[in-house]
């Protein structure tokens, strides 16, 4: 790819190699394992399903990219 600029490629490329990476962890929610993305503290976003049955990969409910929202367990 070639990038056209006036601008000095170090104000253009400046905090490309800091980028945050985002926050997974994996949760069990109504028996479906799964890994899902930090929101805020009451939701997150699905990632993927690690373990569950298998008709539970059709429910939408479950689709990667969907919002759920939890109560954090503290132990």
Known sequence: MIFY???PMDIVMEGFDKQE????F???L???HMQVQA????????VRIL????????NPQY???KLIEFQPVLR
């Open 5 to 7: 600029t006036p601008m």
């Open 21 to 24: 990476e985002p926050s997974y």
């Open 26 to 28: 994996e949760i069990t």
């Open 30 to 32: 109504n028996g479906v």
């Open 39 to 46: 929101i805020n503290e009451r939701q997150a976003s699905i």
């Open 51 to 58: 373990s569950c049955e298998l008709q539970d990969y059709l």
């Open 63 to 65: 689709a990667p990219g």
